[in-house]
């Protein structure tokens, strides 16, 4: 899904259970985020699920992503989850859980559930 259509999903509001969004929301802007966020809120019914994986740090820039087998530049925005709660807490969710991994990078896993604003 490519970032415009994060910013206005095609979906009716509280039509979803669920919006599950694995290392996508960390190509968009830092700017568009809270935007996202929200649209997310609108789709998703309350007492719904929201997951998350973005990239954990700080900062915001163009790199080269070795690890997919390109030499093409990619946005990146990163994420620390206290910020990031906020940012969802704003939207209508409520933090449940925070995971964090390592691979080729430090990932953050958050789950949140939808509550009435």
Same mark, same amino acid.
């Given at each position: 899904?490519?970032?415009?259509?994060?910013?206005?999903?095609?979906?009716?509001?509280?039509?979803?259970?669920?919006?599950?969004?694995?290392?996508?929301?960390?190509?968009?802007? &830092? *700017?568009?985020?809270?935007?996202?966020?929200?649209?997310? %809120?609108?789709? @998703?019914?309350?007492?719904? =699920?929201?997951?998350? +994986?973005?990239?954990?740090?700080?900062?915001?820039?163009?790199?080269?992503?070795?690890?997919?087998?390109?030499?093409?530049?990619?946005?990146?925005?990163?994420? &620390? *989850?206290?910020?990031?709660?906020?940012?969802?807490?704003? %939207?209508?969710? @409520?933090?449940?859980?925070? =995971?964090?991994?390592? +691979?080729?990078?430090?990932?953050?896993?958050?789950?949140?559930?939808?509550?009435?604003?």
């Amino acid at each position: 899904m490519s970032g415009s259509a994060l910013r206005q999903l095609p979906l009716r509001t509280g039509s979803m259970d669920a919006v599950w969004c694995q290392a996508a929301l960390l190509h968009l802007p &830092r *700017a568009d985020v809270p935007g996202v966020l929200a649209e997310f %809120a609108r789709a @998703v019914r309350i007492g719904g =699920r929201l997951h998350l +994986s973005v990239a954990d740090g700080d900062g915001e820039a163009w790199e080269v992503a070795f690890n997919y087998g390109s030499h093409r530049r990619r946005w990146f925005t990163y994420h &620390r *989850a206290p910020d990031l709660a906020a940012h969802l807490a704003a %939207a209508g969710f @409520v933090v449940q859980e925070v =995971r964090r991994t390592t +691979s080729f990078r430090d990932w953050l896993g958050i789950d949140a559930r939808r509550v009435a604003t």
